[in-house]
């Protein structure tokens, strides 16, 4: 994913402030430090990727673990390492089912389970902490990623709402029309949204699929579920009716001036 390189102060003050968030195991001083984390990432023109790194820390060589992040392991991410673990101890082919293992010990442990030969602790452990690090990573790329892209979403939306109200124009020159990536990792519900088309800013976006209500990707003021919006990629296009538009690029043009919008 490319940098985010337009000063935003919008939707910088919005991922500081906000209390809502995708990711409500985050509570307390480990929301406002990821929030923080994420806000200064969006200020640098940092890639979510790049802010995941902050967010998750630096492996320490030695022991293979992340140290210094601002995330760490839920329950149910735990009792998967705790699996992982296992079918090192038990020597199962289980092993080779965890998509984030360390794949370049994988002819090693073919032969140790072929052969019943235990694999030494302290590889175990290496092993471990490197697919959790692994776990935790990911985990901290999609934290930022859904924070991220739905705070340049909400910009847009509001940004645009406001210029169109400072303008001549009605509301009704607007048209807006939820864009899905279109490759297979969109979820159904996004895919059946793929070119819903809304005049105006009061009408919301509505799943033919889930009945799940947004305004723009991302959005969860609607009571749109963590389903709906964790690592959603979409984006909405703005079409505004051609010979009206002069008044409106004016208005966007002296808000990206001021830094108000990317």
């Not at 994913?1 to 307390?28: C, H, P, Q, V, Y």
């Not at 990727?49 to 760490?72: F, N």
């Not at 296992?86 to 089912?97: P, W």
Request: net charge positive.
């Amino acid at each position: 994913m490319k940098m985010i390189r337009s000063r935003n102060k919008a939707a910088e003050n919005w991922l500081r402030e906000k209390s809502d968030s995708a990711f409500t195991t985050l509570a307390g001083l480990w929301r406002g430090r990821v929030q923080d984390t994420i806000a200064d990432g969006f200020q640098e023109g940092h890639n979510p990727r790049r802010v995941g790194l902050e967010l998750a820390g630096r492996i320490d060589p030695k022991t293979g673990k992340r140290e210094g992040g601002s995330i760490t392991l839920d329950a149910s991410e735990k009792n998967i390492i705790g699996a992982f673990e296992k079918s090192l101890v038990e020597l199962n082919n289980s092993y080779f089912e965890f998509d984030l293992r360390n794949k370049k010990y994988d002819r090693s442990l073919h032969k140790a389970i072929r052969e019943r030969q235990p694999v030494p602790s302290e590889k175990i452990q290496l092993l471990v902490n490197q697919f959790g690090a692994r776990i935790l990573k990911q985990k901290a790329d999609l934290i930022a990623q859904t924070e991220m892209l739905s705070a340049i979403s909400r910009s847009r939306h509001f940004s645009i709402k406001a210029a169109i109200e400072k303008s001549d124009l009605p509301e009704s020159a607007v048209t807006r029309i939820w864009d899905s990536c279109g490759d297979d990792r969109v979820r159904p519900s996004h895919r059946a949204l793929d070119g819903q088309s809304i005049v105006g800013f009061k009408e919301c976006f509505v799943s033919p699929v889930t009945g799940a209500k947004l305004m723009y990707p991302g959005d969860r003021s609607l009571g749109a579920s963590d389903d709906e919006v964790v690592g959603c990629r979409c984006r909405v296009r703005y079409k505004i009716a051609f010979g009206q538009r002069s008044a409106v690029q004016e208005e966007l043009a002296r808000l990206r001036s001021e830094g108000k919008i990317p």
